[in-house]
Nanobody
Framework: QVQLVESGGGLVQPGGSLRLSCSAS????????MGWYRQAPGKQRELVAT???????NYADSVKGRFTISRDNPKNTVYLQMNSLKPEDTAVYSC?????????????WGQGTQVIVSS
């Protein structure tokens, strides 16, 4: 069994910062790609950032220069540092991990964490 736990969301003023984390636990052999997605009210879910097992990163144009994705492999954890937050960053943020475990290789989603950027 694999479980993902997210944390770090909340209410922040425009220009502020938050750091999200997503930790995986269970019978995990390895984790390949890790990513963060978000879904704003009334909109489709969109990719925010991804990081490969080798550390290569990819970002949505809307967050480049403001957000940083990173990973701690021994802790099976992925982070999203969000700086210079804007009201349009308000959304539910979810992590997605490609995990190889006792049940094979699957994609797992976190439970989602709400980020609200408002004054």
């Amino acid at each position: 069994q694999v479980q993902l736990v997210e944390s770090g969301g909340g209410l922040v003023q425009p220009g502020g910062s938050l750091r999200l984390s997503c930790s995986a636990s269970g019978s995990i052999f390895s984790i390949n790609a890790m990513g963060w997605y978000r879904q704003a009210p009334g909109k489709q879910r969109e990719l925010v950032a991804t990081i490969t097992s080798g550390g290569s990163t990819n970002y949505a144009d809307s967050v480049k220069g403001r957000f940083t994705i990173s990973r701690d492999n021994p802790k099976n954890t992925v982070y999203l540092q969000m700086n210079s937050l804007k009201p349009e960053d308000t959304a539910v943020y979810s992590c997605n991990l490609e995990i190889f475990s006792v049940v094979g290789r699957r994609n797992y989603w976190g439970q989602g964490t709400q980020v609200i950027v408002s004054s």
